[in-house]
């Protein structure tokens, strides 16, 4: 019901800034949570950063101060504007969405982009 489309990875070198976005479309009552996540080869995907609909946001200790997450409620769309990066950002990026889906009852669902990949060499 919920689809994500992601863009904005690329190739950077370490210092360097990246900007991602992620557009949010379907048949959905409200987008509650967005945010990022991202996956490095060989481990667990992670959390990167969230923001609610009302704006209260939630990084991981790693990127705090280097990353900053922004939503357009009107626009259902997130960004994350990534600086100072480093290789160990190297990952693939995915959009991650909470949004309430009228079925029989309201219901939570989350939703994943394809991902985007971010590569930062040394």
């Known amino acids: 019901q919920v689809q994500l489309v992601e863009s904005g990875g690329g190739l950077v070198q370490a210092g360097g800034s990246l900007r991602l976005s992620c557009a949010a479309s379907g048949s959905f009552l409200r987008i509650n949570v967005m945010g990022w996540y991202r996956q490095a080869p060989g481990n667990q995907r992670e959390l990167v950063a969230t923001?609610?609909?009302?704006?209260?946001?939630n990084y991981a200790d790693s990127v705090k101060g280097r990353f900053t997450i922004s939503r357009d409620n009107a626009k259902n769309t997130v960004s994350l504007q990534m600086n100072s990066l480093k290789p160990e950002d190297t990952a693939v990026y995915y959009c991650y969405a909470e949004a309430d889906v009228r079925l029989v009852i309201i219901t939570s669902f989350a939703y994943w982009g394809q991902g985007t990949q971010v590569t930062v060499s040394s």
């Open positions: 923001i609610t609909s009302g704006g209260r946001t």
